[in-house]
């Protein structure tokens, strides 16, 4: 078999703050197509490794790689959809999808009629002239999703996306980015604090410890796809549960 070049190599990456390690010397790959989830306890430094993945935070230590090409502290190279990816007001859903270009070099005709394929092609293309206040908290983060997908990127980096809404809307949120992905061929990598949200969606999860933050396990999710919600009680999802929630409260396994 020919060795492929991973889409994402993070090598020994840390971060302190002030002096305090947030982020111990962290290593992960994750293949092209990947959708790989990452949980682990409130400020162990999930945010901060995206941020050093994005180039936006310079590791102290430790190199990023994307498609076998160093990035590190180099931002632009990926999509990254914020925790607190908040729309603008005052530009519409079409206005905020296109709203990377605005910001560094002019939205083009080209880049309104993509953003207006891209809404189509995901259940958006009813809302293009709606602004932000008059759609629900799923609406927002569908729209916050296509304007990260609309830079081109293939690596997708979603921090918490669904972390605020409520789980009825999450399902549906949840379905309806595995068809964004199955569509776009994006490699995904996911923060949440959801465990069945991680099953429900991963090919693998990793799990971190308390700061500063160390991956202490991996889990490959072997379930089929397209992925169902009958799916949670299949022994392998159950296993999993048990095993992460196990790791992430220092229970002994069961
Ligand atoms: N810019 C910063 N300056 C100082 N401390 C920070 C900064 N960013 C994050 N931290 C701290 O680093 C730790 C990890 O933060 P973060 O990566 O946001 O955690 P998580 O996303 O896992 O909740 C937390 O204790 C947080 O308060
Ligand atoms: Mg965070």
Redesign the pocket.
Known sequence: MAATTPKLVVEGASRA??GAP??APTTLAVAAGEFVSLV??????????FNVVSGLLEPDAGRVLLDGADVTGRPGAVGYML?KDLLAPWRTVLGNIVLGAALTRGVTAADRAEAAALAERHGLGGYLDHYPHALSGGMRQRVALLRTLATGRDLLLLDEPFGALDAQTRLGMQRWLLEVRDQTGSTVLF?THDVDEAIFLSDRILV?GP?P?AIVDELAVDLPRPRTLAMATDPTAVEAKRRILATLHGEAAA
Request: overall charge positive; aromatic content about 6%; some cysteine.
């Open positions: 703050f002030d947030a982020l682990g306890p409130s400020g162990c430094g999930k945010s901060t490794l925790q923060i971190m700061r933050g």
